[in-house]
């Protein structure tokens, strides 16, 4: 092929309607993709086409034949004459053919589809160029053997048109003698399917702009939800799709935030599709309110739902004007926000539980240079830094303050003992984490969460909990002064809620709408709830075992150390390690090796999020490569 431009214009789009046994309505979407939507959505065939288009120059006109090299008769075609850059032209004559009658998709009679779904073994048609026109020509065609059995982007060879015209010689078609063709006609040998090539993603950044969640999911097709804007005259069309969802939008924003920004949502209605547009409300009533006027500026040119897939095309004017905000599409940038979600109600959507993401700058829509999505860096590092701090240096410091404080006795670090030394550095780094991770996400929502769970409320709490810790362990009251055993008290009681309350929002976390995270993170988490809880359950147990095997009072709980003489009660000999100081330190050792991998396994995850997309990507890459 001397180009592909047209054929891959052809193929811009998922659902068409073209199933007419007069031949192709006069449709936009039909026009520009030459694509039917026969029996819900069925597919082309991807093989290699049994049937050819045959240009013939006659002077300043072009006679073009369909045929079949095999003898296969076909019941439907349409027809183009197009410029390599996609442009339907010309004019075919009605008058020459009586198996068909043209359309008017662009210009009158610049297309040409059949009258019958009768068979053909061969249709001729002529064509006009415009006045004056010179250069290459190619005749496009979709040609249907039967109803569920078509081909799209049959391609004549180039044309060149000249304005002293041409004759070309006349040609000879060879017959046929074989067995006839069984039906639904497979051929011998089969080039690049198109049952694994979704065409709403043809065209993304040579003919349309393309954006989609998550980020980069356009390049490797594979988005979750994804929006296409093209120019079309003075308008523009948006095309929306998402994977099992209820609805599917597209906001235009002046910023990467939710919050007084236009949007076109395409909602499931039964077995079909509506369109309406609507405006969001920012920080703290989020939401997306429908206009009263729903189709303000809007006409739903095609919608479908295949598969599970929700599919909408929808024409907008270039300047809106809502709630007294003018939308000029032509005149300013904007940054898009695409969303989707598995909930309507009868009068708006329902929150993007599915997925959400914003471009990264404002853009023009004619412009289909690729679009960037906002950076989640901030995400990533809030949730990086709280699980290093809880499921980490947290449940370290935790242990050793519980169960060390009679291990490696007389050594120091800095005139501190050594469990006490690392208990503090363990949840100093907690503290910082924490505080950290609280100020990123803030910086990164600028407001409260807009997601109905508990995360948010949860996280709040641990961080106060966290911040007021070392402030109370500061002015702690000296050892051996009435008020140490309360002091011990709280200390051990704020403490342990704050882990425990900080475990439970990572579990909340998973859900998070803007976390990415996948289902099985979940487990990891299980997992390290049960190692660490068997630790302490095996660390309890052996001082059970010492108490009882021991002459010398061991505490069967180490509970008994918050007295108020601040001064463990565990041993009554303090210038020697506890019984069993061997075992607890190897357990000490395999326990912080195993929460290491846990910690670093989840952050892995967490940075990478979606990390299915990621280790998809990765794949091709080197598939690719190799």
Known sequence: MPTVLPHILLLTTLTLTWALPQGAPNSEQVCHTMTPYHGGGIRPQGGISPYEVHPRRLGGRV????????????????????????QVLGQFDSASINEGHPLDCHDPADSITHNSPSDKNSIEVQWAPPPGFEGPVVFNATVAQSYDTFWIGVESRPVEITKRGADDPQIAFPTHTHEPTPPNFTPPRVQATLENID???????VAKLCFGSPANCVGNKNCKAAVAVSVAGDKYDFELKAENAAWVGVGLSEDDKMGDDSVVECVQRGNGVAA????????PNYGA??????????????????????????????????????????GRKYNLLIASGSSVTPNAVSFHDQTYLASAQPQALADVSSLAAKSKLLIRLHGAFMLAAWLGTASIGILLARYYRQT?????????????????????????????????????LKAWSGERNPHAILGTLTTLLCFIQPIGAYFRPHPGTPKRAIFNWLHWSVGNAAHIIAIITLFFAVKLTKAELPEFFDYILVAYVVVHVVTHLVLSLMNC?????SERRVTAFPMKD????????????????????????ALLAIYIVIILMIVIALIVI???????????TLKSSVMTNS
Not at 63 to 85: A, E, H, K, N, Y
Not at 409 to 416: A, E, S
């Open 199 to 205: 065409p709403f993603y043809v065209g993304c950044s």
């Open 63 to 86: 006679m073009i034949t369909v045929t079949s090299g095999l003898g296969i008769p076909f019941q439907g075609f349409l027809m183009q004459g197009r410029t390599p850059d996609g």
């Open 545 to 549: 075992i010492a108490e009882r095997s």
């Open 562 to 585: 918050l007295g108020g003489t601040g001064r463990s009660s565990v041993y009554e000999d303090r210038s020697a390690d506890a019984p069993y100081s061997t075992f607890r330190r």
């Open 408 to 444: 490696w006795v007389g050594k120091q670090i800095m005139g501190k003992d050594i469990w006490f030394a690392w208990h503090r550095t363990f949840m100093v780094l907690t503290w910082a984490l924490t505080i950290a991770a609280f100020v990123l996400i803030f910086v990164e």
């Open 289 to 330: 309110a429908r206009l009263p006027n729903s189709l303000l500026g809007i006409q739903l040119l095609n919608s479908s739902i295949v598969n599970g897939v929700i599919y909408c095309r929808v024409r907008r004017d270039a300047l809106t004007i809502i709630n007294g905000k003018p939308f000029d599409l032509i």
């Open 606 to 616: 967490t940075a990478l999020a979606p990390i299915e997309e990621t280790w998809t």
């Open 276 to 283: 309406f547009m609507s405006y969001t409300s920012g920080s």
